[in-house]
Every structure is written in C-alpha cells, then in structure tokens.
C-alpha cells in the first residue's frame, strides 16, 4: 500500500526552509518533535501514490493555504526550541 501524506512532505518542506534562518537546535531529535507538532496542528491529508490526478489537486489546494502551514511550523519551532526534549 503506498499511501502518503501530502501534509507530511509540505511540512517537510517548509521547516527545512524556515530552520535555516532559525537560529535554534536543529538536530534530528527537534526537528522531529518539530515535524510532530506541525503535523498534528494541521489536517492530515492522505492520497495514494498511484492516484496522480488526485494528488495534484490536493497538492494546489494545501498550496492555497501556505499561510497556515507557515504558522504552524513557526510555532513547532517555537515551542520545540524553546523547550528542547534533551
Ligand atoms: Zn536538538
């Protein structure tokens, strides 16, 4: 079964690129915590890997709300810097 979340790769995405002006922790133990708590702040958004047509358009619309994907990585980043788990 090759099912992803398309939320997943975004969140993936927008933490790289806000961790390197972030002046933070940036091993794999926070951005983990990082990733988890962006992840769970936003909905989950599942697509099959096989179904291009499908991903495409969930793809334009999580790209319609970038605003709310920025938001919660700030605050993963935030909290997680804040209060390092080591
Ligand atoms: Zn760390």
Same mark, same amino acid.
């Given at each position: ?6 939320? +997943?790769?975004?969140?993936? +995405?927008? %933490?790289?690129?806000? %961790? ?7 091993? +794999? @133990? ?22 291009? +047509? %499908?991903?495409?358009? %969930? ?23 804040? @209060?390092?788990?080591?």
């Amino acid at each position: 079964m090759a099912i992803i979340n398309v939320m +997943e790769k975004f969140i993936n +995405e927008r %933490l790289d690129d806000m %961790l390197s002006s972030e002046d933070c922790c940036k091993c +794999e @133990r926070c951005v983990d915590d990082m990733k988890a708590i962006a992840l769970n702040k936003l909905p989950a958004k599942y697509v099959s890997t096989h179904n291009g +047509e %499908l991903f495409s358009k %969930l793809e334009a619309s999580i790209r319609q709300n970038a605003v709310d994907i920025n938001i919660a990585v700030a605050a993963a980043i935030d909290a997680v810097s804040k @209060r390092p788990s080591h």
